[in-house]
T-cell receptor
């Protein structure tokens, strides 16, 4: 099946620093990638939709200036958590949608962010 | 009302048991439906799509009732490796692009 690589898998950082997470589709081109966040015992919540070559679409309540998304190529999207704070600690997961697969999304392995 | 609702469980069953999970969704514009499996601290993985006619994949059977806005997953002959959280997911075409809506999941624990 399609492979989506997400890096890093685990990050521990100090409050106030910025963290960049990469999401790559390894064997297919993804015009659309998605960024989710999951708190313990909660469902995945969509943060934003990333389209190659255009600005990301953010869900209500997600600060675009805090969660910077760049989708510069058909195989790479990045999420930067700027000035991270302890409340940003969560499991961040990206996914990529392969064109023509009837909305099936392939997920990266996730990044566990812990902000001290 | 939440868009996708599931019984969180946990469902504790012995090996070999048959177990069924249910899910309801609130948006009648939902177009496609899926069951995903998520292991602890891992990403969700697609288990199967769900069709109105019902579909089966080995020990797993999924059913969709559009009139009742209800989805089910049946697991027969449970294995220890089936222990995971099962996520009911709906795709709503009318939402702007990012359109997969996840339930909180139902936790299954299969015991020897």
């Amino acid at each position: 099946g399609a492979v989506v690589s997400q890096h890093p898998s685990w990050v521990i950082c100090k409050s106030g620093t910025s963290v960049k997470i990469e999401c790559r589709s390894l064997d297919f081109q993804a015009t659309t990638m998605f960024w989710y966040r999951q708190f313990p015992k909660q469902s995945l919540m969509l943060m934003a939709t990333s389209n190659e070559g255009s600005k990301a679409t953010y869900e209500q309540g997600v600060e675009k200036d805090k969660f910077l998304i760049n989708h510069a190529s058909l195989t790479l999207s990045t999420l930067t958590v700027t000035s991270a704070h302890p409340e940003d600690s969560s499991f961040y997961i990206c996914s990529a949608r392969m064109t023509g697969t009837k909305n099936i999304q392939y997920f990266g392995a996730g990044t566990r962010l812990s902000v001290l | 009302r939440k868009e996708v609702e599931q019984d969180p469980g946990p469902f504790n069953v012995p090996e070999g048991a048959t177990v069924a999970f249910n899910c309801t969704y609130s948006n009648s514009a939902s177009q496609s439906f899926f069951w995903y499996r998520q292991d602890c601290r891992k990403e969700p993985k697609l288990l199967m799509s769900v069709y109105s006619s019902g579909n089966e994949d080995g020990r797993f059977t999924a059913q969709l009732n559009r009139a009742s806005q209800y989805i089910s997953l049946l697991i027969r002959d449970s294995k220890l490796s089936d222990s995971a959280t099962y996520l009911c997911v709906v795709n709503i075409i009318l939402r702007s692009q990012g359109n997969l809506i996840f339930g909180k999941g139902t936790k299954l624990s299969v015991k020897p």
